[in-house]
């Protein structure tokens, strides 16, 4: 079996909204909306990873303007470039920029991780919203709307992506490998799905990492979700509980920072740790994970407060 050496989440990325997985009200409701293009209200997205929010803005954008889509669309990640000289400078700088093409009713700016914004950023951005109303829109893309100020949210039509079911998710992994001519077991296919947890693009990267090995199955499956990098979240719950905090921190650092393991995963590993030692302080550690988990979602820095959780398990070591 030869494997491209091209990511299939980029070769096989849908460029028509109707080829999007799921979403089909969300598909519904836009292509309505884009029937008279020049009243497109801004859109801001929002849904846990890998449902289809970037991947739905960009199908926007070159179904608005066609060829030129590159040329007349800005694509930001705010995430990278969080302060409020970015949305001040690169946007203002694209939005103002003249020579406007009359085939093309407006410039299009697509702001990723636009929760992950400063408020003084997003109210720096409110107003270049308003200001540039007359030839650009705006498609901001968050995974937790919560943190998205209100002013900006009542400017948007809003659309919440749903997580993708597993059978979805299956089906769409036996496309992409009838296309590569690979060969797959439903208990491995399944696997796959059950490790995305609604995530597409996750599933399609692990079904690239399992085929690279060979036909997929279970076993390949759970080699190449890394369960290595499930035990080494083990580890970290076991350091920080037998009192080692500093380990258990550079531990946790790596695993986000060099493995990009994202902060909801190593929560829901630690969990999963927690449940399967059955330490005998279950109730109270198991408090405290929910305690952070709750103070990632509501804005908090997230290495700031797993170093906190670290630290505050590690009380139990005496």
Not at 82 to 105: C, W
Not at 229 to 257: F, H, P, W, Y
């Given at each position: 079996m030869?494997?491209?050496?091209?990511?299939?989440?980029?070769?096989?990325r849908?460029k028509?909204?109707?080829?999007?997985?799921?979403?089909?009200?969300?598909?519904?409701?836009?292509?309505?909306?884009?029937?008279?293009?020049?009243?497109?209200?801004?859109?801001l997205?929002s849904?846990?990873?890998?449902?289809g929010?970037?991947?739905?803005?960009?199908?926007?954008?070159?179904?608005?303007?066609?060829?030129k889509?590159?040329?007349?669309t800005?694509?930001?990640?705010?995430?990278?470039?969080?302060?409020?000289?970015?949305?001040?400078?690169r946007?203002?700088?694209?939005?103002?920029?003249?020579?406007?093409?009359?085939?093309?009713p407006?410039?299009?700016?697509?702001?990723?991780?636009?929760?992950?914004?400063?408020?003084?950023?997003?109210?720096?951005?409110?107003?270049?919203?308003?200001?540039?109303?007359?030839?650009?829109?705006f498609?901001?893309?968050?995974?937790?709307?919560?943190k998205?100020?209100?002013p900006?949210?009542?400017?948007?039509?809003?659309?919440?992506?749903?997580?993708i079911?597993?059978?979805e998710?299956?089906?769409?992994?036996k496309?992409?490998?009838?296309?590569?001519?690979g060969?797959?077991?439903e208990?491995?296919l399944?696997?796959?799905?059950?490790?995305?947890?609604?995530?597409?693009?996750?599933?399609?990267?692990?079904?690239?990492?399992?085929?690279?090995?060979?036909?997929?199955?279970?076993?390949?499956?759970?080699?190449?979700?890394?369960?290595?990098?499930?035990?080494?979240?083990?580890?970290?719950?076991?350091?920080?509980?037998?009192?080692k905090?500093?380990d258990?921190?550079?531990?946790?650092?790596?695993?986000?920072?060099?493995?990009?393991?994202?902060?909801?995963?190593?929560l829901?590993?630690?969990?999963?740790?927690?449940?399967s030692?059955?330490?005998?302080?279950?109730e109270?550690?198991?408090?405290?994970?929910a305690?952070?988990?709750?103070?990632?979602?509501?804005?908090?820095?997230?290495?700031?407060?797993?170093?906190?959780?670290?630290?505050?398990?590690?009380?139990?070591?005496?």
């Amino acid at each position: 079996m030869t494997i491209s050496d091209i990511m299939w989440v980029e070769k096989y990325r849908p460029k028509k909204i109707s080829e999007i997985v799921n979403q089909k009200d969300i598909k519904g409701s836009l292509s309505a909306l884009l029937k008279n293009q020049e009243e497109m209200p801004h859109l801001l997205f929002s849904g846990s990873a890998g449902v289809g929010k970037t991947t739905m803005a960009l199908c926007i954008s070159q179904e608005i303007l066609g060829d030129k889509w590159k040329d007349y669309t800005l694509e930001l990640n705010a995430s990278d470039e969080r302060g409020i000289n970015m949305v001040r400078e690169r946007v203002k700088k694209f939005s103002r920029f003249a020579g406007l093409d009359t085939e093309i009713p407006f410039k299009i700016i697509i702001l990723d991780e636009a929760d992950e914004m400063t408020s003084d950023a997003q109210t720096a951005l409110r107003r270049i919203i308003e200001d540039t109303a007359k030839f650009c829109r705006f498609i901001l893309i968050a995974n937790n709307i919560s943190k998205i100020i209100n002013p900006i949210q009542s400017r948007c039509a809003v659309f919440k992506f749903s997580q993708i079911d597993e059978k979805e998710i299956t089906t769409h992994l036996k496309a992409v490998l009838k296309k590569e001519k690979g060969k797959a077991d439903e208990k491995g296919l399944k696997e796959i799905a059950g490790y995305a947890g609604g995530d597409l693009r996750h599933a399609i990267n692990l079904l690239q990492t399992a085929a690279s090995t060979g036909d997929i199955t279970q076993d390949s499956v759970k080699a190449a979700a890394g369960l290595t990098k499930t035990n080494d979240v083990e580890d970290v719950l076991k350091l920080a509980v037998s009192g080692k905090i500093q380990d258990s921190r550079n531990k946790m650092i790596e695993l986000v920072k060099v493995y990009g393991m994202s902060e909801s995963d190593f929560l829901k590993y630690i969990n999963q740790a927690l449940f399967s030692a059955k330490y005998d302080n279950l109730e109270e550690l198991s408090q405290i994970i929910a305690k952070y988990d709750y103070r990632i979602l509501v804005g908090s820095n997230p290495e700031i407060q797993l170093s906190a959780m670290l630290a505050e398990l590690g009380k139990f070591s005496k």
